[in-house]
């Protein structure tokens, strides 16, 4: 196991050694670039935490690949497999209280949740979203920013939001903004942001660790002390 | 006349003296923050423009005030003068038009145009926002910026974008975000957000004057050269 921080994780004995290293569940579907931002925000000492799992929902991606070769035990939760959305819900919330997950945070998670998943990690599940929501949202990459560069916006960026039933509705807990350019296509935008996204996610992550979020209305406050 | 580059305005000399300096038609319905602005950036020399004009849908506010001591031109034409809105904005039109204005500003100005107004300047009127649009669209402030604080994103801002017969829809030139605190109010973000008008307007102005935009789909898109 090459994760900092594992060494600290207490368990019963979290008295002894200082707070348990929180447990991270990552969900995936595709090349694992913010997996990657994850691991190396730990890795750097920007984010205690530590990954106790990454399910991916499509069998042979890079980001399996990415967590293989940090020693994170994997799991393969493809919708195929099972009869519904239900079931392969109960498979993912299954997988991550079995890896002891304190949270859950969508990568580029390419399915949206059965309802049970959500209820088991009541704001404990982060996803984050290639816009400024609440502009365009709905649908997958490159949905959101071809979306935003048809209506002509000069800023775009991404959003980390809490996941609740309502798909990209959640409530928010991390923004940033970056420039849409007169020469853009779909595919510099979309890399623009996800440049973006590999920063915010982490620190946003770490927020949520460490900020003791309170949700009032719809809006995530945090503690400054 | 206390406009800086107004001894540049050439008129028919405009080719012995340089380019004719682009006269500025500014309307207003309260205190004239922006208004002020748009002049502090002329007199800076960060705009290579002049007022011409500076309409008023209220009389006795400060913008008006503001016009006056620096020797602008100015004009009230209120809702209740005029039997309709179709009549008073043919008078808008009649003032923009005998001032020789080449581009009209919304600063402030707390009325939705007759369609005459825009089919008389087309993209030739900018109006600023306080959100970042397409998010919080519709509504005179503080209803954009107090929807963005309720809604619970992390940043909002201002747009500026040319007006046409869509309220708060029309293509956008310039946008700026600003951060949304934990502990603001709407009266908090509202300053903040206008803080950022104040630097963003001027520069849209100027980019509208200067960089030959041109609207494509919903983009606009500027020369760089």
């Known amino acids: 196991m090459a994760e900092p921080g594992m060494g600290e ?6 008295v002894a050694t200082g707070p348990r290293t929180p447990a991270l569940g990552v969900l995936v579907s595709g090349r694992g670039s913010n997996l990657r931002a994850i691991l190396d925000a730990i890795a750097r000492g920007d ?59 969508l990568a ?28 365009f949202a709905g649908g997958m ?12 916006v000069k800023l775009s960026g991404c959003t980390v939001h ?20 007169d020469d853009d296509t779909v595919e510099r935008l979309a890399e623009r942001i996800l440049a973006a996204e590999h920063t915010l996610l982490p620190e946003a992550i770490r927020r949520v660790l460490e900020g003791h979020p309170r949700v009032t209305g719809r809006r995530v406050l945090f503690d400054h002390r």
Not at 9 to 14: F, I, M, T
Not at 52 to 57: L, P
Request: glycine share 8%.
């Open 9 to 14: 994780s207490g368990g019963d004995n979290a």
């Open 47 to 105: 984010l205690r935490a530590r990954a106790g799992i990454v399910i991916s929902s499509r069998a042979g991606v890079p980001a399996l690949e990415i967590a293989a070769a940090r020693g994170i035990p994997t799991r393969v939760i493809a919708p195929r497999d099972y009869p519904s959305r239900a079931a392969e819900g109960a498979a993912v919330v299954a997988a991550l209280s079995e890896a002891g997950v304190d949270l859950v945070v």
């Open 108 to 135: 580029g998670y390419a399915r949206i949740f059965d309802p049970c998943v959500v209820r088991a990690f009541p704001y404990r599940i982060l996803n984050i979203h290639p816009s400024l929501l609440p502009a």
């Open 141 to 152: 990459a490159p949905k959101p920013q071809a979306d935003a560069l048809a209506a002509g």
């Open 162 to 181: 809490f996941v609740t039933d309502e798909v990209d509705a959640g409530p928010i807990i991390a923004q940033v903004a970056v420039p849409v350019l």
